[in-house]
């Protein structure tokens, strides 16, 4: 089984980041939590490409469990990899991150294509956070499970904690190895 994992604000805290970054509230405001993009001022695409963004993304916290859990499969003999918009110019910094922060780390994706890549990689089943993702990601007909954040609530996936993941996940990781098997 090869599960496929976004990495900002699925296994990594960037929003909470940013608002400490850009804001200097720990606390992301009420209008932002709606947002999948937030416009504030600073943050241009290049942002994650300087150096400063570069520090910023080494020094985001991880969604506590998510490691765990990851490494668990990795233990079952499921196949992680880890499919990311960030751009590729943080491929070392996001590597080391999850390195840092014990994540199990084969294979790390750059890309805006994420169902096209989904397809590519034959994933089973992808954890996600953003809509604009998990549309693609449901269009190639790839299961989908989306971490819960205010942005996602209405779009039409299973929402999962890292809490709940443990429990949730090898269910769905089984179900899809039964059907594959009928
Ligand atoms: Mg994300």
Excluded at 144 to 170: G, S
Aim: net charge neutral; hydrophobic share 40%.
């Amino acid at each position: 089984m090869i599960i496929g994992v976004d990495i900002c604000n699925t296994i990594a805290r960037v929003n909470e980041a940013l608002a400490l970054h850009f804001l200097g509230t720990y606390t992301i405001p009420e209008s932002l939590q709606k947002q999948r993009r937030w416009d504030l001022p600073g943050l241009t695409p290049d942002f994650f490409r300087s150096p400063t963004g570069m520090i910023f993304l080494s020094q985001v916290q991880p969604y506590n469990g998510a490691a765990e859990v990851l490494s668990s499969f990795v233990r079952s003999g499921h196949k992680v990899i880890y499919i990311t918009a960030r751009p590729q110019e943080t491929e070392l910094v996001t590597r080391r991150w999850l390195k840092e922060h014990h994540f199990p780390c084969d294979e790390v994706i750059h890309s805006e294509e994420k169902g096209l890549v989904c397809i590519e990689k034959e994933v089973d089943v992808m954890i996600e956070d953003d809509p604009f993702y998990a549309q693609q990601i449901k269009e190639a007909g790839v299961s989908l499970f989306l971490v819960k954040q205010r942005y996602n609530a209405t779009f039409p996936a299973p929402k999962m904690d890292w809490k709940m993941a443990r429990l949730i996940l090898p269910k769905a990781v089984g179900k899809n190895i039964k059907s594959e098997r009928n």
